[in-house]
């Protein structure tokens, strides 16, 4: 799986992305570093109790897989693309 024990398949995106301030456009955001996160996840035993472990705290903030693993502070390695 991997040096991590979350890991996601992502495709790369290749749409325009601008970032907005304050309801203006501020810029065009660069693409080379933008994927999108479409799963499938994989997640190991150990990786999923301590991420849980140390999200219970931040449940608030958890919607989905992705803020599941920020609010936990934890590693996410991305899968190779086929």
Do not use: Y
């Not at 994989?42 to 931040?58: P, W, Y």
């Not at 803020?67 to 502070?73: F, R």
Request: proline share 6%.
């Amino acid at each position: 799986m991997g040096a991590f024990p979350i890991s996601v398949a992502t495709v790369p995106i290749t749409d325009t992305c601008k970032e907005v301030v304050d309801g203006l456009v501020r810029r065009t955001v660069p693409r080379e570093t933008l994927v999108e996160a479409r799963g499938p996840w994989l997640i190991t035993r150990e990786g999923l109790v301590d991420t849980l472990a140390r999200a219970v705290t931040r449940e608030g903030e958890i919607t989905d897989m992705l803020s599941l693993c920020e609010a936990a502070g934890a590693r996410v390695s991305i899968l190779p693309s086929r």
